[in-house]
């Protein structure tokens, strides 16, 4: 995986992109052997990470006032790695880990909390998952969109930090929440096909044969 560029720092914003970048240096691993029918094992490990990243974010968020802002980007950083262990799972159960990329990793991790920043990384099209190599300067460009984006959410859970335990818990079940989200898109991926698009291709996006194979599955649908 290339190194990051790293981002002024200084806003949150900033901040939030490098923490994103530097994050992105090293997939975690994973013990999870390859199953013969994946789902019920990775159902079970996104329900194990909802409960783990509940508990992490609403224990950082109970320090009350200025000290629980302090807390905001590393829980931030705290559910991410808790989520991107359960990506990583998820894709070894489903017999993935090995073709697992940094674009997948984004891609599971902020579709639902910055889906504009990461929309052209990925693709569905039926059970099928067009995924998109980027390079580094785009890699980049999205960590800042997604910086931007979660640093609003971020002004949001640090006002609710002001009431202590009420503002705990609903960080935590923010928490919950998202790592659900990012269950779903990492089950929906690793369950379907993937054709990987090479960064030298990666600018030329088969954009009728996508609204071909989503036509497609519409008419299967019977939509």
């Known amino acids: ?9 200084g806003q949150p914003s900033q901040r939030i992109a490098q ?24 159902e079970a490990i996104a329900l194990a990470a909802r409960r783990k990243a509940f508990l ?12 629980g802002w302090l807390t905001v980007l590393p829980e931030l950083v705290a559910i991410w790695k808790i989520q991107a262990q359960m990506v990583a799972d998820i894709a070894a159960a489903c017999g993935r880990h090995t073709t697992l990329t940094r674009e997948q990793m984004l891609y599971c991790l902020f579709r639902h909390a910055a889906s ?9 099209a039926g059970q099928r998952w067009i995924v998109h190599a980027a390079t580094t300067r785009a890699i980049h460009g999205i960590a800042h969109r997604i910086g931007v984006k979660l640093s609003e959410r971020a002004l949001g859970s640090s006002l609710a930090r002001m ?23 990492a089950i929906a991926m690793f369950s379907g096909d993937i054709e990987f698009v090479p960064a030298d291709r ?3 996006i088969p954009a ?12 299967e649908a019977g939509l």
Do not use: C, K
Not at 179 to 185: C, E, L, P
């Open 208 to 219: 009728r044969r996508v609204e071909r194979d989503r036509a497609q599955a519409a008419r």
């Open 56 to 67: 992490a974010s609403s224990s950082l968020a109970l320090p009350p006032g200025p000290l």
């Open 163 to 185: 009431l202590p335990v009420a503002g705990a818990l609903g960080v935590g079940a923010y928490a919950w929440y998202d790592t659900r989200q990012v269950g779903h898109t």
């Open 19 to 42: 923490q994103i970048l530097d994050f992105l240096s090293d997939i975690p691993g994973s013990r999870e052997p390859p199953r013969e029918h994946p789902r019920a094992r990775a």
């Open 116 to 124: 504009q920043a990461v929309r052209d990384l990925a693709v569905r």
């Open 202 to 204: 990666s600018t030329e």
């Open 1 to 9: 995986m290339n190194a990051s560029v790293p981002v002024a720092a």
